[in-house]
């Protein structure tokens, strides 16, 4: 299928994750940089992939017009994704489902640097996962609260 033209900067398509995760995959009309970081934007609690009051959908546009690849996807069983059957806690669960978009858009994009967004319990997950994954190199975390690392 052929990408959706946005505006004349921006372009959008799905991108099927592992599991069967829903994500909307924005990147720049002219071309994707593969040294610029993607940037992966996270459920925030059980609101799906558009965000409260679409805040993730011009997020994803507005990053994507000055160059960034960007995923907004549902976690499983939140949106379009279908339930997990993983049988992990859902926190164990959420990360391995970012390092699965992470490494999807890796193979889509060529990219190989992830900044994680989270906000609320997306916090909480980018927090998680960038702690297991190198190719994550920044993370832009609201409402963190506070969380102990294990050594």
């Given at each position: 299928m052929e990408p959706a033209r946005i505006t004349d900067e921006v372009r959008e398509e799905v991108l099927l994750v592992e599991g069967g995760l829903v994500g909307i995959l924005s990147f720049p009309s002219g071309?994707?940089?593969?040294?610029?970081?993607?940037?992966?934007?996270?459920?925030?609690?059980?609101?799906?992939?558009?965000?409260?009051?679409?805040?993730?959908?011009?997020?994803?546009?507005?990053?994507?017009a000055s160059g960034h690849p960007v995923l907004r996807f549902d976690h499983s069983g939140i949106g379009d994704s279908p339930p997990s059957r993983s049988g992990l806690p859902m926190e164990e669960g959420q990360v391995g489902e970012i390092l699965s978009a992470i490494s999807a858009v890796q193979r889509r994009t060529g990219t190989s640097n992830f900044i994680l967004y989270g906000l609320c319990s997306g916090a909480r997950a980018a927090f998680h996962a960038a702690l297991d994954d190198t190719r994550i190199v920044g993370i832009v975390l609201f409402f963190v609260g506070w969380y102990a690392v294990a050594s």
């Open positions: 071309g994707m940089e593969r040294t610029r970081p993607a940037l992966v934007i996270l459920n925030s609690g059980v609101i799906h992939r558009v965000g409260a009051c679409r805040l993730s959908v011009k997020l994803a546009r507005r990053l994507a």
